[in-house]
């Protein structure tokens, strides 16, 4: 029998042949090194299996960098971003002394330097610049465009670099980057190891020499047809900066990607409560909504959706939308299905990430349960 709906679903075979392919590809470049950004998913199952395949973690609060500890992540592997950590999350990663610090403000760097003194620790730290570089992905999405929040303007970074080395407890290692997330066009890319050539070129004049460049994440993947590419092209990404950037000697070059890591290993599955006739339209309403997948009605992005109860070519249109009290709460609208009744199961593709750790309990809602193919084998019907 198959547990109560709505929940996740995860295939763990599939996980294991994307970090098989980033193990792989990356083994041809020792300097690379490949740290799963923890937001995308923190579900323990998952993380087991990251863990194995060797990857450090990258992680925005202190509750991730325990998360990342607890699941036997090693802390030499742990990078830390956001523009607002406290005391509290800052004391918590000195004591544990993870990798690196990505620091976003002068403020900041200041507070890391105090506490790590007060505990009698030297803080690793990387500056996150702001590289002002475009990511064709959505507006929600972006970050390293001048006007976003994220990171230390290019225009201030040699100053902040010279702070941090008059800094008694923090010991500077290098620049970290994070242009957006969900990016397909490799162009981006390109153009940010462009920029990076050019403030190493600018720093080494000044006679800085960092030995860790990290390059964020943000790899994209295919939502409109994940069963043509479950796998991103790791490839081609790493190519590119394997290619493009000019490095010095002993550089280490390091990527936090979390969406191409699990977001096709992931299923949102519900049921079809009701199918309700309106006067031009033709409702779906699934036991599923925006408080398990909020990827929609924030971002407007797409999901692939399929009736798994029905194998009929007989299609019709249906929005598909959940039970929420929230015009956004719609899935996806005019979506061609197989004839659709209450009680079916209705799969919502590539929610692996972003989809359990965003979801809520608005509307006094229980968070989704999660399996994965080792609990219960497809298909689910
Ligand atoms: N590094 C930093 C500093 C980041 O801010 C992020 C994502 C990543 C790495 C990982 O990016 P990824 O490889 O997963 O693209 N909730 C949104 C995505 C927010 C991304 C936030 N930062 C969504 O559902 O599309």
């Known amino acids: 029998m198959l547990p109560r709906t709505p929940f996740y679903y ?19 470049y020792p300097h690379f090194h490949v740290h799963y950004a923890l937001k995308a998913n ?8 990251i863990q194995q395949a060797g990857l450090g973690v990258d992680c925005v609060s202190g509750g991730e960098v325990q998360v990342g500890i607890d699941n036997g992540f090693d802390a030499a592997k742990i990078v830390y971003a956001g523009v607002g950590k406290s005391n509290e999350e800052i004391l ?39 590289p002002d570089v475009e990511a064709h992905t959505h507006a929600h999405i972006v970050t390293g465009k001048a006007e976003n929040k ?47 050539n050019d403030i190493q070129d600018h720093l080494n004049e000044e006679g800085v020499y960092p030995s860790v460049i990290n390059v964020g994440g943000g790899l994209g993947i295919d939502y409109h047809d994940p069963d043509k590419h479950p796998i991103p092209d790791f490839k081609t990404y790493f190519g590119i900066f394997a290619d493009h950037l000019h490095l010095r000697d002993g550089q280490s070059v390091h990527f936090e990607l979390g969406r191409s890591i699990v977001a096709q ?6 049921r079809v409560l009701y199918v309700k006739q309106a006067e031009s339209k033709q409702f779906a309403i699934i036991d599923a909504g925006m ?20 194998q009929s070519i007989d299609y019709q249109i249906y929005d598909v ?3 929420i009290c929230e ?55």
Request: charged residues 20%.
């Open 10 to 28: 995860y295939d763990t075979a599939l996980l294991q042949a994307t970090l098989d392919a980033i193990t792989s590809t990356v083994a041809a």
């Open 42 to 49: 923190a579900n323990p199952k998952l993380l087991r299996l």
């Open 92 to 130: 918590l990663a000195l004591q544990h002394d993870i990798f690196c610090f990505n620091v976003e403000s002068v403020p900041e760097l200041e507070v890391i330097n105090e506490l790590a003194e007060q505990v009698g620790k030297v803080a690793n730290v990387c500056l996150r610049i702001n």
């Open 150 to 196: 994220f990171g230390i303007a290019l225009g201030d970074m040699m100053h902040v670099i010279d702070l941090a080395k008059t800094l008694s407890h923090i010991r500077f290692l290098g620049l970290h980057f994070h242009i957006g997330s969900q990016i397909t066009d490799m162009q981006d890319y390109l153009d940010l190891c462009e920029r990076v």
């Open 265 to 270: 290993c992931g299923t949102l599955i519900a």
């Open 291 to 310: 408080t398990e997948l909020i990827r929609p009605a924030l971002y407007q992005a797409h999901h692939q959706i399929q009736n798994i109860s029905s």
């Open 321 to 323: 939308v959940g039970p």
């Open 327 to 381: 015009s956004s709460d719609v899935f996806d609208r005019d979506v061609l299905l197989p004839p659709i009744k209450r009680g079916d199961l209705i799969a919502i593709r590539s929610a692996g990430a972003y989809g359990e750790t965003m979801a809520s309990t608005y509307n006094c809602r229980k968070l989704p349960a999660s399996y994965t193919t080792e609990d219960f084998p497809l298909p689910l019907t």
